[in-house]
């Protein structure tokens, strides 16, 4: 039997909250999450973004707060809701504020990168949500800020990554200070001895969901493969975006000036762009992300990492500019498409020089990217502008004939250059 939001007694108010957003039944995780938090039980959930968790320990912690009102002291918070990145938290706030509408539950963000007087100014007064990446909070608290004595939940969001980026420490650091009573979700899309041990010390008696794991994300999206030389992946992407009148796709690429030279490259044709990674300020990558959600920006291209927890979920294509040289980037890359049962596109450019990085992505993934031999062959016509094809061979080895394909006589070249 479907399940629907009903089902879970949740206030009126979140239950409109949820129809005028559009959502019609709850995902899989939050048909499972739901009923067992508003028990008061303490939960492990293994699921990654784009399955719905956000909503999974969202909707039942609104639901308990308001339904139990307390009044903060200052300082004070009654859910902490830790997660790894800035656009992770700005995105939980915004979900908070979306399905708690009429609530009037007062709320906080805390971040790195940004001024922390505003944070300051907003944890005076105590709120009843405070959602955090670890570093800022750990300051925060340091001075005396964030005062935990009232807390009823506690949220470790995306466990994994946040040891990934190494916050462990911090993360310690801050759950040594909470409270022993309190309910404890803690959401990871993998499971590892090192989460497994964190979980030991934080949940009581969990209850344990999992969802389909990441494969079965991966086959809703339509993969492809072009083999492109270098040179002409600026061209390539235009025509693409323009053939199929693309309205917004992300483009990973692996390197910061990456980024930047195809942003310049899409404008020099017209389609507007974006890029956010890690030299970017965050005002610039929050701008971005804002002006690509609302159909300013077609096109956002990002880093691996810039990327990482971003929920984008209109985005119809991903663009592997470049094959990403750890495989299981491609899986993060892709999955920014087909989010919650939706389907998307995934193409992948791949010169010759990244055929290392492709076969090992294809064995990560065990199963070989299909080879789009009409795009291929299209790539190939494709035509440079005179003054770039004086050094067009450097991605495509076979076009250059078998002596450049001497890495010695390769370095010779750029030595050469260089001089
Ligand atoms: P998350 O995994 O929390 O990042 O959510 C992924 C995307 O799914 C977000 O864009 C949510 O707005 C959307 N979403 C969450 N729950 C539902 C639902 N029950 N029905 C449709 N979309 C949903």
Redesign the pocket.
């Known amino acids: 039997m479907t399940k629907t939001?009903k089902q879970f007694k949740l206030l009126p108010e979140i239950l409109r909250a949820?129809e005028k957003?559009?959502?019609?039944?709850?995902?899989p995780?939050?048909a499972q999450s739901i009923p067992i938090l508003m028990e008061g039980h303490d939960l492990i959930g293994i699921?990654?973004?784009?399955?719905?968790?956000?909503?999974?320990f969202l909707l039942p912690i609104i639901h308990l707060l308001a339904r139990y009102k307390k009044k903060v002291k200052p300082a004070r918070v009654r859910a902490l809701i830790l997660t790894p990145t800035r656009e992770l938290a700005s995105?939980i706030e915004e979900?908070l504020k979306l399905y708690g509408k009429g609530l009037a539950l007062s709320s906080a963000v805390v971040f790195g990168g940004v001024s922390s007087k505003p944070q300051i100014k907003n944890m005076q007064k105590g709120v009843q949500v405070l959602i955090a990446t670890p570093g800022r909070l750990l300051d925060l608290m340091h001075e005396g800020h964030v005062i935990y004595d009232q807390l009823e939940f506690f949220v470790l969001d995306e466990a994994d990554r946040m040891l990934d980026m190494g916050f462990i420490n911090d993360i310690k650091k801050i759950i040594k200070v909470l409270p022993d009573r309190k309910q404890t979700v803690l959401f990871s899309a993998t499971m590892s001895k090192e989460i497994e041990k964190i979980a030991d010390g934080i949940l009581h008696e969990p209850k344990k969901v999992e969802v389909t794991p990441q494969a079965t994300t991966v086959e809703k999206i339509e993969q492809s493969l072009v083999y492109v030389e270098k040179k002409k992946k600026p061209l390539l992407l235009k025509e693409i975006v323009h053939e199929r009148k693309i309205k917004s796709a992300l483009v990973f690429s692996r390197t910061k000036h990456g980024c930047d030279r195809i942003v310049k490259n899409l404008e020099k044709f017209k389609i507007t762009a974006a890029s956010i990674h890690g030299n970017k300020s965050q005002t610039a990558r929050e701008t971005a992300l804002r002006e690509f959600k609302n159909g300013k920006v077609q096109i956002l291209v990002a880093t691996d990492i810039a990327a990482r927890?971003i929920?984008?979920?209109e985005v119809e294509y991903v663009f592997n500019y470049d094959i990403p040289n750890d495989p299981a980037n491609y899986v993060h890359r892709i999955g920014r498409t087909a989010?919650?049962?939706k389907s998307g596109m995934a193409i992948a450019f791949c010169d010759k020089e990244e055929e290392n990085h492709l076969k090992a992505v294809e064995k990560t993934i065990k199963s070989k990217i299909p080879l789009d031999k009409r795009l291929t062959d299209f790539a190939r016509t494709l035509k440079l502008p005179e003054a770039e094809k004086g050094n067009q061979s450097q991605g495509d080895s076979r076009a250059r004939g078998p002596k450049a394909r001497d890495p010695r006589s390769r370095k010779k070249r750029f030595k050469k250059k260089k001089t």
């Open positions: 939001f949820l957003k559009g959502y019609e039944t709850p995902t995780i939050q699921a990654q973004t784009g399955t719905g968790k956000t909503a999974s995105q979900n927890g929920d984008i979920p989010r919650a049962g």
